[in-house]
């Protein structure tokens, strides 16, 4: 049991070594507990359990079932595996007091997951994620097997994939889509996201083509993330058959990545800011929009042009799925891949962003590299880096005091104008550019983040900040 650490919104661990069988139901049982002291009014005791494609993650949604209904929940467990984002839209259509979502999403293939759900749809909140924590081995685990009288009563496996697509074909301009006669690929990485555009897009005038949609638990040796290390095979074959778009979802189908039909990358950010433009200028929707501080400052640039609010949440999207909550949001989103839309549950969905950004091309009928083109006319060029490194848990309050009580004067020949201290530091210069640090919730591990006006500017600013964290470490040894 030492072994069970919650993270942001669950429990992930290497499978046979914390995610085992045993563990499982320890966790399972103490979400039970919390469920069934924590009543939420108005919500029936159910709840939906869901799984990706990850080696066993059937049997371990199959025992979080068994043990749910053996502490008197009504459970609906997938058919087969299922996007993130349709247990989230299932717990809130269904009235269940909560969700459990058996994936590592874009972890290695090693890793799974035990993703919790909150009623609202969104991700369990860090005080919900603590106290489950604190109730492992509460009490004893108690069970009702898939076969046994209270298991087929209490158990109810169904498809909730099919609802899933189409509550999103509502949300787009799906007629425009259509007829826009878009040659259209989808990387579904090995993960769950293969064939929902296939089935979504089956007899309008788009040419749909899946890569990556055989289920493989090794996701064909690579990170099943989207981002552009892991497009190599897929941009080498969009070389040799260019169509106008590629999407890339993660394992789980709740982040979005994208390459631009010929096999070169396009980022979350350039992705956002993209979509960000299409809601202000074709679609009715009006509001804020949200997004972490890690993502690119090119949307505090369109929302400043606009007059629209634009807030900063710290990194999780827990945060602004907490924004979302109070309502008047226009869109959220974060560096990572996480897009939520107006209309939709307060979470990402991989699968939805890809239907609005086929919305958003049936719309402007230009290829999406001449929309990004008129972006950087109008608001410069931004380019996003970021590297991870080692980095002792025990000095990193150090550094986050030393960065924002003593910041360096200049970001390369730009001086700094602000600082931000509320998740990590952001440090922002005259010129926009920005250099960030920020630890991992549970490993000795820094995240170095930086922005700025071209490629060779942004390494060097992560090269910066790889100085500052050697300057401690140097003072710190030699003090």
């Not at 259509?93 to 058996?102: E, F, H």
Request: one cysteine or more.
């Amino acid at each position: 049991m030492s072994s069970i650490q919650f993270g942001t919104d669950g429990w992930r661990a290497i499978i046979a070594d914390g995610f085992t069988f045993s563990n499982l139901e320890l966790v399972a049982q103490a979400t039970a507990t919390y469920w069934n002291q924590h009543r939420v009014p108005g919500r029936d005791q159910r709840v939906i359990v869901g799984y990706d494609r990850r080696f066993l993650s059937n049997e371990f949604a199959l025992r979080t079932a068994e043990i749910l209904a053996g502490n008197g929940f009504s459970v609906l467990l997938t058919s087969r595996p299922t996007p993130t984002p349709a247990v989230s839209l299932a717990v809130v259509q269904q009235k269940a007091v909560g969700g459990v979502m058996i994936t590592a999403s874009h972890n290695p293939a090693a890793f799974n997951g035990f993703k919790l759900k909150a009623f609202f749809g969104g991700s369990a909140e860090a005080s919900m994620c603590r106290e489950i924590e604190s109730l492992l081995q509460s009490s004893p685990v108690q069970s009702a097997a898939l076969d046994s009288p209270q298991g087929r009563k209490m158990i109810r496996v169904q498809d909730i994939q099919k609802v899933h697509l189409r509550s999103i074909r509502k949300l787009v301009d799906f007629k425009a889509i259509a007829r826009s006669g878009i040659r259209f690929a989808h990387d579904a990485m090995f993960g769950v996201g293969a064939g929902c555009f296939d089935e979504l897009l089956a007899g309008t005038r788009c040419k749909v083509t899946t890569l990556n949609g055989r289920h493989d638990p090794s996701f064909g040796g690579i990170n099943p993330e989207p981002i552009a290390v892991n497009y190599t095979a897929s941009a080498a074959w969009l070389r040799r058959h260019p169509h106008d778009i590629c999407i890339v979802t993660d394992g789980d189908a709740d982040r979005v990545g994208g390459m631009d039909g010929r096999g070169n990358p396009l980022s979350t950010h350039q992705l956002i800011c993209l979509l960000l433009r299409h809601f202000i200028l074709r679609r009715p929707e009006k509001g804020r929009m949200v997004k972490a501080l890690t993502a690119t400052s090119m949307v505090e640039k369109i929302c400043a042009e606009h007059g629209i609010e634009c807030v900063e949440t710290s990194v999780g999207f827990k945060y602004i799925a907490s924004e979302i909550l109070k309502g008047g949001v226009l869109l959220g989103a974060e560096e990572s891949g996480g897009i939520a839309f107006p209309g939709h549950v307060p979470e990402r969905d991989g699968i939805l962003a890809g239907l609005m950004v086929l919305e958003m091309l049936a719309a402007e009928r230009k290829p999406v590299g001449k929309l990004l083109a008129q972006l950087e006319k109008r608001y410069g060029p931004h380019r996003y880096a970021r590297k991870d490194i080692r980095f002792p848990l025990e000095l990193r309050s150090a550094l986050m005091e030393r960065c924002r009580t003593a910041p360096p004067a200049k970001l390369l020949r730009s001086s700094v104008r602000e600082v931000k201290a509320y998740d990590g530091v952001k440090m922002i210069a005259e010129d926009g550019s920005w250099l960030m640090v920020r630890g991992s919730g549970t490993e000795p591990i820094l995240r170095i983040y930086a922005e700025a006006s071209s490629d060779a500017s942004a390494a060097r600013l992560i090269a910066q900040g790889e100085a500052i964290t050697r300057d401690l470490l140097a003072s710190q040894s030699s003090g």
